[in-house]
């Protein structure tokens, strides 16, 4: 258990529709990163909070948002859902904003879009 | 752009072979190469590996970094069926903060 926990474990939704998932970082850690994880893809990196900043941005697409909120959890916003944004969402947190630190992954959100 | 590249994309071994996951990477300011192992949901850290710490080692898993030839490999001795897992290396250059992932190696070993 790496000490990060997400929810939902799974999501099933509709093309169209908005989801949002949830992670809390392990206990002490400042920086939030959200991947996404698709069989033909790999796991991408789609953002990084830092202490309720956004930090730094890969290939998230316009229709996806996210935010950290004071007591650290972040929520990742997905909306006007379509099938390829079927996939696995991971969050991973690490101590500091710093690259010197590992990240450690929560356990997912599956999210189907039929 | 940042690129990391692994092979064998999979590999079926015997119960006590030894086996040699390979790495190769190319990022812009290399500051640390980490290895994952994903069975069958999160990716759990093993190792990472810095230019001050370029080999890692925990019981039967060992890690080598090489900056001359922008590769990391994988060691797993004694292998267990408990070790079937994808294997991901990631690296991280200077500035950046996000993990940038190889495709990872599928490991399957049989008893």
């Known amino acids: 258990d790496s000490g990060v926990t997400q929810t939902p474990k799974h999501l099933i939704t509709a093309t169209g529709q908005r989801v949002t998932l949830r992670c809390s970082p392990r206990?002490?850690?400042?920086?939030v990163y959200w991947y996404q994880q698709s069989l033909d893809q790999g796991l991408q990196f789609l953002i990084q909070?830092?202490?309720?900043?956004?930090?730094a941005k890969g290939n998230i697409l316009e229709r996806f948002s996210a935010q950290q909120f004071p007591d650290l959890h972040s929520e990742l916003n997905l909306s006007s859902l379509e099938l390829g944004d079927s996939a696995l969402y991971f969050c991973?947190?690490?101590?500091?904003?710093?690259?010197?630190?590992?990240?450690?992954f929560g356990p997912g959100t599956r999210l189907t879009v039929t | 752009e940042d690129k990391v590249v692994q092979s064998p994309l999979s590999l079926v071994v015997h119960e006590g072979d030894t086996v040699t996951l390979n790495c190769s990477y190319e990022?812009?300011?290399?500051?640390?190469l980490l290895w994952y192992k994903q069975e069958k949901k999160a990716p759990t850290f093993l190792f990472m590996l810095?230019?001050?710490?370029i080999e890692k080692k925990s019981g039967r898993l060992s890690s080598i970094l090489d900056k001359k030839e922008l590769s990391s490999i994988l060691n797993i001795t004694a292998t267990q069926t408990g070790d079937s897992a994808i294997y991901l290396c990631?690296?991280?250059?200077?500035?950046?903060?996000?993990?940038?992932f190889g495709q990872g190696t599928r490991l399957t070993i049989n008893p």
């Open positions: 990631a690296v991280r250059d200077q500035g950046a903060q996000k993990l940038v």
């Open positions: 990022v812009t300011n290399f500051r640390s």
């Open positions: 206990s002490g850690d400042l920086s």
């Open positions: 909070y830092y202490n309720g900043e956004e930090r």
């Open positions: 810095t230019s001050s710490g």
């Open positions: 991973a947190s690490s101590g500091a904003s710093g690259p010197s630190y590992e990240q450690y």
